[in-house]
């Protein structure tokens, strides 16, 4: 009987010492897994921010862009604006000339 209780004893040490491997091993995945947890959302929070500087970004890359578009628009609009203008101009400039042309022309023939 006495060989019954230092069994159970030895037993009963080897099982304590098993808890404790368990426990502290329970311990170290728990820290990992706090661990994890931490990097995980500041990674998250990290990427909120980035996220927010790229659609600032591209919010004023567009701004820019439609600006830049609405400048080339009135550009165009004037250059049309003043090509009608040169025409015109040059219409009146050719009939000008011919009625120049048309009076020297009866000046001539009326000497």
Do not use: P
């Amino acid at each position: 009987m006495g060989e019954d209780i230092m069994d159970f004893e030895n037993q009963k040490r080897e099982f304590a010492a098993e808890r404790d491997t368990f426990n502290s091993e329970k311990k170290g995945l728990n820290w990992r897994v706090l661990d994890a947890e931490d990097k995980l959302m500041k990674e998250r929070a990290l990427h909120a921010e980035r996220q927010k500087e790229w659609t600032s970004a591209c919010e004023r890359s567009n701004r820019d862009l439609k600006a830049a578009r609405d400048d080339v628009v009135k550009v165009k609009g004037e250059r049309d604006a003043e090509s009608r203008e040169v025409e015109r101009l040059s219409a009146l400039v050719k009939e000008k000339e011919t009625q120049v042309v048309e009076t020297q022309k009866s000046h001539a023939e009326a000497l």
